[in-house]
C-alpha cells in the first residue's frame, strides 16, 4: 500500500492523480497564502522509458515519453511533481501539494486522505482490469522440445 508520507510512493500517488482533484487541493493550500516560489516551471518534456527485459532482466530504453516536472519552494519546503503527458496544470499543483506535506501543512492530514483514496481507486481499477483480461490470455506451444 503506498504512503503518502513516503516521497517516494507520493509521487506515484500524485502522477496518477486527477489534474482537477490536485488543482483543488493546491488552491486549498495557496488559500493561506503561503510564500511560494517556482524553481522548475511547468514544461512539457521528453523523458527515456526504461524497462527490464524479462528473461534476461536487463534493463533497456523502450522509448521517449512525454511528462511535465515542476518544482516549488513553499515555505520553507520544497515539492516535485512529475505528471505523465502535458498537463502543465496538474504538474505546478502536484508540486505543491508535495511541499505541503513535506511541510505538514494544516491541511495534510486531508491531502493525504485524498491521495489514499486515489491509491485505492487505482488499486480497485487495476483489479477490475485484471478479471476483465485474464480470461483473454493465450497459451503458446513451441516444437523446440519435440525435434
Known amino acids: ?5 513516503d516521497r517516494s510512493d ?3 500517488l500524485i502522477a496518477v492523480c486527477d489534474g482537477d482533484v490536485l488543482t483543488r487541493l493546491a488552491n486549498k493550500v495557496l488559500a493561506d497564502d503561503p510564500p511560494l516560489s517556482v524553481l522548475q516551471e511547468p514544461t512539457p518534456q521528453l523523458v527515456m ?3 527490464v527485459e524479462p528473461v534476461e532482466r536487463r534493463p533497456f530504453n523502450l522509448g521517449e515519453v512525454v511528462v511535465t516536472p ?3 519552494v513553499l515555505g520553507d519546503d520544497r515539492g516535485f511533481a512529475m505528471i505523465p503527458g502535458k498537463n502543465e496544470q496538474a504538474a505546478f499543483s502536484g508540486a505543491i501539494v508535495d511541499a505541503a506535506i513535506a511541510g505538514g501543512h494544516r491541511l495534510t492530514d486531508d491531502i493525504v486522505t485524498r491521495l489514499r483514496d486515489v491509491a485505492e481507486n487505482r488499486r480497485s481499477d487495476r483489479a477490475h482490469s485484471w478479471a476483465e483480461s485474464k480470461h483473454t490470455a493465450v497459451e ?3 516444437m523446440e522440445d519435440e525435434l
Open 70 to 72: 515542476a518544482e516549488v
Open 1 to 5: 500500500m503506498e504512503n503518502p508520507h
Open 140 to 142: 503458446f506451444e513451441t
Open 49 to 51: 522509458h526504461q524497462v
Open 10 to 12: 507520493r509521487f506515484e
